[in-house]
């Protein structure tokens, strides 16, 4: 598959490359890491990244282009393979389209779809993409794709972490990865921010089979400051290293009167419940969105009988 996506990478001269919305850092980093990775190795080609900012503007600016670019050209799409999450919906102007992808879900858009659920994250299948044809790399495009390993791996914890995951680590590094300035920016917190983190400690509930949750209205976010990323996908892993919690869930409330959920899971699998409500992603890390609170009880239910069917069998 890699040497089809390399063949339609030389067969087009202008390569538009897009991920979903509101980016974590290996959508960013895979997509502005594939960007300099085909600017270096196709210098002739013009290569762009579109799509919505937020906190991790820091690995690089997108870029701002007009519909007629899309007119006989290439269109990537990083970290996502269902239409209604893509950043920037133009990418159904190209000529082609390639889905690159290390979820569950499957894919239900793309000319060429590359999906590879063992890889801990999108930027992983990046680099695996330039060892195997042996591609130049710099440090501008080796820094956002150890951003996207870091981040995807909970910095090396999460259990898919493998072996495979550090000797990409390695090959970044050597290529001029700053994992210090990686860190730095990623870990070096507002005291607000630190204040929302002891907030979510203080205040999360649990279900009768220790699901630990927290539901989070617009006064969250307010109150300390931080956006709807925030209180949502970088507060979840506040309730995990619990002792007895196995799965822990945060809902929250955005400004489309929408609710955002992030789903996390020791060791049992939980993507079919976010499947269940319209969502995917990984089996011990996944997501969906809801229309109410109301809803949020019921997935709660579907998490806790999970549990408790997981208790019977021992």
């Known amino acids: 598959m890699y040497k089809e996506i ?36 196709f210098p002739n080609k ?37 239409p209604h999450l893509v950043s920037d919906d133009r990418y159904e102007l190209a000529d082609h389209i390639i889905v690159i992808d290390h979820h569950l879900n499957p894919a239900e858009i793309g000319d060429t779809v590359f999906i590879n659920s063992t890889c801990i994250a999108c930027s992983q299948i990046i680099c695996d993409l330039a060892i195997t044809n042996n591609l130049k790399l710099d440090k501008i495009g080796a820094t956002p ?48 921010f630190k204040k929302l983190q002891g907030y979510f400690l203080n205040n999360f509930k649990m279900t009768k089979n220790k699901v630990a949750y927290m539901k989070n209205d617009l006064s969250v976010k307010d109150k300390f400051n931080v956006s709807t990323f925030t209180v949502s996908r970088a507060m979840v892993n506040q309730m995990s290293g619990v002792e007895g919690v196995n799965i822990w869930a945060n ?46 009880n019921l997935v709660l239910n579907d998490l806790d009988a999970l549990l408790e069917k997981e208790n019977q069998n021992g």
Do not use: W
């Not at 820091?58 to 670019?69: A, T």
């Open 145 to 192: 794709l150890l951003t996207g390993l870091v981040t995807d791996s909970g910095r090396f914890l999460y259990p898919m972490t493998s072996a495979k995951t550090f000797k990409m680590a390695a090959y970044l590094i050597e290529r001029g990865a700053e994992i210090q300035d990686v860190y730095d920016r990623l870990y070096t917190t507002s005291l607000n």
């Open 251 to 296: 809902f929250t409330l955005d400004e489309q009167n929408v609710i955002q959920v992030e789903l996390r899971s020791k060791r049992l699998s939980i993507v079919e419940v976010a499947r269940k409500y319209g969502g995917g992603g990984h089996a011990l890390a996944c997501g969906c969105t809801l229309k109410s609170f109301e809803e949020a």
């Open 6 to 41: 390399m063949d339609l990478i030389r067969k087009y001269e202008t390569i538009i490359i897009h991920r979903h919305k509101n980016p974590d850092g290996d959508a960013l980093g895979s997509q502005l890491g594939l960007k300099r990775l085909i600017e270096l190795n």
């Open 46 to 82: 013009l290569v762009y990244a579109v799509g919505d900012e937020n906190t991790f503007v820091f690995l690089g600016k997108m870029d701002i282009i007009d519909n007629d670019v899309y007119n006989n050209a290439l269109a990537i799409i990083l970290d996502v393979s269902v």
